[in-house]
């Protein structure tokens, strides 16, 4: 069987290296002009790479650091995976496993607590401590149906801006929206090239909305409509979906949805990944014009410090409770912590409940209970009674949402 070898990837490695993850994607290799857009930020920092016996690459495993905001309002320096791909005659061979340890190793050495991805399939991720830890809900609006009730989001204004415009405000914006609820990441200067390009400058025709309320500007909405106008149904409009809707305050997330439900010649209004409990409906004298039309996993969270994850999170009020935890990647991890309100410590006394990382890594946000767990066996409850505490515990007043896509 032919050899590979993992390494960091070395300055003038990337573009090979952006084609093998274009062939994983099924994508085409990068033109001169795609790659003398994405060099600047395409860089070799963060990323590794398997090399064939003749030095080319044929993995790569990404990475960029971002802050995540945690439950009680701390945000953690946190390796956000992306770019992750194997060539397809090279799969099976265990190069994403031996990526994903390199890739663990170095983050536990450069003392980062978290790592986070979004997977493109929910079957991989797991066996490397990675757990399903914020989720999104597609929504379908039938406008005709959607009412606002009375005063609904009618303190501010919205108004369109140019993509040049957007390019110069969107970011400063979007700062102002980090840490509204866990799960939230910053999105670095690097991040944010790809999304004008791709998105606001793209050929999908997407509009970029500010709503400004007392203090200004105070959210924004990124959107596109798709005709589906038929002769045969007249009533049958455009759909307005939305890639992206950030609101600062409760007035600017209202009154961005009054915006777009207003929207002429526009029979439905769609968006994906949107918060768990973003409550559309309560906006509406008709709540059952909002239709959910999936719940998806988001944001894939791994606790790389278990203790320093631990700890820089806030707990709900319950007794502490012991937990046991097993990680096959980082040892250093594998032990007992009492978690508690008052705070977190190793600690030698028995276990109350055991469970790998990666369930832990699931359920640190917020998301999901403990009890459910326990039912299915991903939780092993040594003490029943500390089930319900560790739900407490763990429980967070808003859903986790991540909103962003790296
Ligand atoms: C964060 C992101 O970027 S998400 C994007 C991920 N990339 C893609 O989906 C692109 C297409 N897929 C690929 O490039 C590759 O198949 C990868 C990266 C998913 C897997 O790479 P491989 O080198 O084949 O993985 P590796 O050989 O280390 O497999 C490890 C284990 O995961 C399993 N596995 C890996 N990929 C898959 C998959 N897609 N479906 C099911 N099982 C999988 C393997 O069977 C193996 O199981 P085992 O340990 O029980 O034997």
Not at 276 to 295: C, H, M, S
Request: hydrophobic fraction near 45%.
């Amino acid at each position: 069987m032919s050899e590979f070898l993992v390494r960091a990837v070395a300055e003038g490695e990337q573009r090979a290296c952006l084609d093998v993850l274009a062939e994983s994607l099924h994508g085409k290799p990068a033109t001169d002009e795609v790659w003398a857009k994405m060099a600047p930020s395409w860089t070799a920092a963060g990323k590794f790479a398997a090399f064939d016996e003749h030095g080319a690459p044929v993995g790569i495993a990404s990475s960029f650091d971002v802050e995540l905001t945690v439950p009680g309002g701390q945000k953690l320096v946190t390796a956000a995976v992306d770019g992750v791909g194997v060539r397809a005659d090279w799969t099976r061979r265990g190069i994403l496993t031996t990526m994903m340890a390199v890739q663990l190793e170095d983050f536990a050495a450069r003392g980062v607590p978290l790592a986070a991805l979004h997977a493109s399939e929910a079957v991989i991720y797991g066996r490397f401590g990675y757990g399903a830890a914020t989720f999104g809900k597609g929504v379908s609006i039938e406008r005709p149906r959607a009412r606002l009730r009375d005063g609904v989001g009618r303190t501010g204004e919205v108004r369109f801006i140019t993509p040049d415009e957007a390019v110069e405000r969107v970011p400063a914006l979007y700062h102002r929206f980090e840490g509204a609820r866990p799960g939230f990441v910053s999105r670095p200067p690097a991040w944010w090239p790809g999304f004008f390009e791709r998105v606001v400058k793209g050929d999908g025709g997407y509009r970029v909305a500010v709503h400004s309320g007392p203090d200004g500007d105070d959210g924004f909405v990124v959107y596109q409509t798709i005709d589906a106008r038929d002769r045969q149904a007249p009533e049958r409009g455009a759909i307005l979906d939305i890639r992206e809707l950030h609101a600062a305050t409760p007035q600017a997330w209202a009154g961005l949805w009054r915006f777009l439900l207003s929207v002429d010649l526009v029979s439905e209004v769609s968006g994906r990944g949107r918060p768990l409990d973003e409550p559309i409906a309560e906006l509406l004298t008709d709540p059952r014009a909002v239709n959910t039309t999936e719940i998806i996993d988001d944001l894939w969270l791994r606790l790389v410090d278990v203790l320093a994850a631990l700890r820089a999170r806030s707990y709900g009020t319950a007794e502490p409770v012991v937990l046991e935890v097993h990680d096959k990647q980082l040892p250093d991890n594998n032990g007992r912590y009492a978690v508690g309100p008052d705070g977190v410590e190793r600690t030698s006394a028995e276990a109350d409940l055991r469970l790998d990382v990666a369930t832990l890594s699931s359920l640190y946000l917020g998301h999901g209970l403990f009890s459910d767990l326990a039912l299915s066996g991903r939780v092993e409850a040594l003490d029943e009674a500390a089930v319900a505490r560790a739900d407490v515990l763990f429980h967070t007043a808003r859903s986790p949402w991540c909103g962003t896509f790296f």
